[in-house]
DNA sequence: ATTATAGGCAACCAAAAGGTTTCGCGTCAA
DNA sequence: TTGACGCGAAACCTTTTGGTTGCCTATAAT
C-alpha cells in the first residue's frame, strides 16, 4: 500500500553518484534547492531534477516554506535495499566460512 | 588492489531489474549463456550484454567450458552495497526508536 | 569432412538519462 | 508597487542504455 506508484524505483534513484552525494548532505539536515545547488557543479535545474527522482523513490520528502522548498533525506525506503541485500548476504558469508575453514585447516596441517 | 577496473560499479549494475533476475538465477548455480538466457523474454545478445556488465561490476565469474562460457555469481562486491546502506541504516533506526519511545509514553498517557 | 551448436562482435536503432538555457509565476522586501 | 529572489516548466541537445539482427569463429558431433 503506502502510496508509492513510484516511476523510479530505490536501486534506480541510488544508481546515480550525485544523487548519492544529495542523500548524503540531506541525511540530517533540510536544506533550500538553492542552497543545495551551491554544492555541485551543475545548474540548479539539473539538481532539481535528481531531487525529483529521489522524492519519487521516496527517499527525500519536501516541503514548502515561503517561497522556498526545502529538502530533506526520508531513510526509509532503503529498507527494501537491505531487504534484497540480506538474501545475498548469506551467500558471501558462507564463502567466508569456507574460506576460513581452509585456512584453519591449512594451519593445522603445517 | 584487487583488480577492480570497474568501468562498471555496483550500484549501476544492480539498478536494472533484469540483471537482479540474473543474480538471482546465479546465485547458487553456474549457467551456460544459452540456458540462461532461456529464462529472459530477449534475446540471447542482450543478455549477454547484461551479463558483460555485472561482470564488470565483480558480481559475476565466467569460466569456459569447451564452446560454452558459463557464469556465476560472485556476491562480495555487494559488501561495498553493504557499507554505503549501514551508514543510512543508523538513521532510520534512530527514528524506529524515536517511534517506539512515542508509542509507549502514549500507552503510558492513557 | 561436414554440419550443428555456442556465443562474441559490429552495426544499427529508439528511448531514456543527464545536462543546458530561457521563461514565467509566486512570494518576500524596499 | 516595484523589484529581486526561489524555483518549477518547457524546449532543446548529447550521450548512454537496452534492445535488435546479421555475421564470424571456435568447438562438438556425425
Keep these: 500500500m503506502s502510496a508509492s506508484a513510484a516511476k523510479h524505483d530505490v536501486f534506480q534513484a541510488i544508481a546515480d553518484?550525485?544523487?548519492r552525494q544529495l542523500l548524503q548532505l540531506l541525511v540530517n539536515q533540510e536544506m533550500s534547492v538553492t542552497t543545495i545547488s551551491g554544492h555541485f557543479p551543475m545548474s540548479r535545474t539539473a539538481v532539481s531534477k535528481h531531487l525529483r527522482v529521489l522524492s519519487e523513490a521516496g527517499l527525500v520528502i519536501e516541503q514548502k516554506v515561503g517561497r522556498e522548498t526545502r529538502y530533506r533525506m526520508q531513510p526509509e525506503p532503503l529498507k527494501e535495499l537491505k531487504d534484497w541485500l540480506s538474501y545475498y548476504e548469506l551467500f558471501w558469508e558462507n564463502k567466508m566460512q569456507a574460506?576460513?575453514?581452509f585456512v584453519e585447516e591449512e594451519e593445522t596441517a603445517k
Excluded: A, C, F
Design 17 to 19: 553518484p550525485t544523487r
Design 99 to 101: 574460506l576460513k575453514r
